[in-house]
């Protein structure tokens, strides 16, 4: 297909990823499902799994090979705004006040899903449905290690959001737990793809280089933009040509922690922590968010769709397989952390809704899924497999925790003077 076809076809692509996406969350909204999961499942159904499977020809004409590095690329333009909005909104004050009981919730969330994911890899490295004949053992123990310690940072952060616990001692906890989880994943996966290619270095460049980033972008740009947060607490919104450079920042952070191979995710996010508070915040928010989430954020989980094959596994072994790696992911990840949050004096209510919220795996399983396979470190059958353990994760992740902690609704008539209470 040429240049011009591709760009006519896109349009086509967008409006039918934009319509099925919108439909699922109608349908899984009604279930108690956030955005974030409908999308993930519709992702799966756009791709070989059922559309593919069910309408070959359509899939094929709909969504061609030639077609896939554009919508990586849209993909990933939506993945960096939509962690930079996160980094916007994390409060690096409130995790202070948590930091023992967050480090030690997320060395227990790091540790014991590792430990077991490692353990798998040594077991499976051998089977050429799993891991490429090129990963060795060492690299396949890491790799899977890295991806059943990843917590759904992202999904995390708006179920915290949605539930109106964003500012409480619970939210800060399982952020922080969770940024700490994900930084611990990234520089062990920056390991795993420079021993892929041989050059050890890299690893040294992706770890240094991400340290040194974020002291430069947490110490100085944070203190470099107060000015800018004042003068738009004093106009009241943010002008188009404020926007414009903040917009080329995050890109460039971005582009830094991507060429470092820590991935472009990182230095969106902390671009994110770097921008000053208040009004700025929030009009950063109200301008970018809306897009970002209903079109640039879905066409991400229909690529990781496109990718995922549940066809492949068509034999009793693994689909036993299958179900071991979430009975490891949910007890290494889920019941880990919330025996760490009860050691540190968490209440039995509260130390269950960490260890629900921790256990998501949802974006950044699917983000490292993805870059595993490009690189040809996993085979289509692994990833179907991760795939499906990080949609179950994602799941049950809401219902659990809205069982043992609440609804907001709920809550809020349980507070004094809430709706319901005598006033």
Not at 199 to 221: C, D, K, N, Q, T
Not at 256 to 280: E, L, N, S
Not at 295 to 321: A, H, K
């Amino acid at each position: 297909m040429s240049s011009f076809d591709l760009s006519v076809l896109l349009f086509l692509q967008l409006a039918f990823i934009l319509t099925v996406c919108r439909a699922t969350a109608l349908v899984f909204k009604r279930l108690g499902q956030s955005q974030v999961v409908s999308e993930m499942i519709a992702g799966v159904l756009m791709g070989p799994s059922l559309m593919g499977w069910l309408w070959p020809e359509w899939s094929a004409y709909l969504f061609p090979a030639e077609s896939k590095p554009i919508l990586f690329a849209l993909s990933q333009v939506g993945l960096v705004l939509y962690m930079f909005l996160i980094g916007v909104e994390f409060d690096l004050d409130l995790i202070k006040s948590r930091m023992r009981s967050a480090a030690s919730v997320s060395l227990a969330g790091i540790v014991v899903p590792f430990s077991l994911g490692a353990a798998l890899a040594s077991y499976l490295v051998g089977d050429s449905q799993l891991f490429s004949a090129r990963t060795t053992v060492m690299q396949a123990m890491l790799f899977m290690g890295a991806a059943m310690s990843i917590t759904a940072f992202p999904m995390l952060a708006r179920i915290i959001f949605e539930q109106g616990l964003s500012k409480t001692a619970l939210g800060t906890l399982a952020l922080a737990a969770g940024s700490l989880d994900d930084a611990a994943a990234w520089c062990v996966l920056a390991v795993v793809l420079a021993s892929f290619q041989n050059r050890p270095e890299l690893a040294v460049y992706a770890i240094g280089g991400g340290l040194l980033f974020g002291a430069l972008a947490l110490l100085g740009l944070r203190r470099w933009l107060r000015p800018l947060g004042q003068k738009v607490e004093q106009e009241g919104e943010i002008s188009p040509a404020l926007l414009v450079f903040v917009l080329a920042l995050v890109m460039l952070g971005a582009w830094f922690t991507d060429y470092i191979q820590i991935y472009a995710v990182f230095g969106a996010f902390v671009m994110g922590i770097a921008m000053p508070r208040g009004k700025f915040a929030a009009e950063l928010h109200r301008t970018i968010y809306p897009l970002t989430t209903a079109f640039l954020l879905p066409v991400f989980f229909v690529y990781s769709g496109l990718n995922t094959r549940i066809g492949l596994l068509n034999t009793v072994s693994l689909w036993l397989l299958a179900g071991v790696v979430l009975l490891a992911a949910t007890l290494g990840k889920g019941v880990a952390c919330y025996a760490a949050a009860r050691w540190h004096g968490e209440s039995h209510r509260e130390a269950m809704a960490v260890g629900a919220l921790m256990n998501a795996r949802g974006l950044m399983e699917l983000i490292i899924l993805n870059i595993g396979l490009q690189r040809g470190i996993i085979e289509p059958g692994l990833f179907a497999i991760m795939v499906m353990m990080a949609i179950i994760t994602t799941l049950m992740a809401t219902p659990i925790f809205e069982r043992v902690y609440g609804k907001p609704a709920r809550r809020l008539q349980q507070q004094p003077g809430g709706a319901g209470s005598p006033g």
